[in-house]
């Protein structure tokens, strides 16, 4: 079973930056789709970003358009969060995913996860 590991999480204050990680336990060319997904505490778990194999097409959510980046190479299971201009709304645990159906956004389709690392912005 692919696992996937995820760092680069931590403290930042207002308007500052993060670079968030994330690789496979083994290199799998299995993995179509590779995302990061955010949960803050009392909420639901959110899609943030995903990158393709194809092409490397990327979708974004609308609430970090413009601010975060994803950027990878999904055939070597590996992918980067760079996250700026941080505000206390992105405080949540950051999860990365694969998925083999190259599907972008829906949480439910994702096949593997990471144990999830913590952001935190400070005002």
């Known amino acids: 079973q692919v696992q996937l590991v995820d760092t680069g999480g931590g403290m930042v204050q207002v308007g500052g930056s993060l670079r968030l990680s994330c690789a496979a336990s083994?290199?799998?060319?299995?993995?179509?789709?590779m995302g990061w997904f955010r949960q803050a505490l009392g909420k639901e778990r959110e899609f943030v970003a995903a990158?393709?194999?194809?092409?490397?097409?990327?979708v974004y959510a609308d609430s970090v358009k413009g601010r975060f980046t994803i950027s990878g190479d999904v055939a070597k299971s590996t992918v980067y969060l760079q996250m700026n201009s941080l505000k206390p709304e992105d405080t949540a645990v950051y999860y990365c995913a694969g998925n083999r159906n190259f599907v972008m956004a829906a949480a439910n389709e994702y096949d593997y996860w990471g144990q999830g690392t913590q952001v935190t912005v400070s005002s």
């Open positions: 083994e290199r799998t060319s299995s993995i179509a789709v």
């Open positions: 990158i393709s194999r194809v092409l490397g097409r990327t």
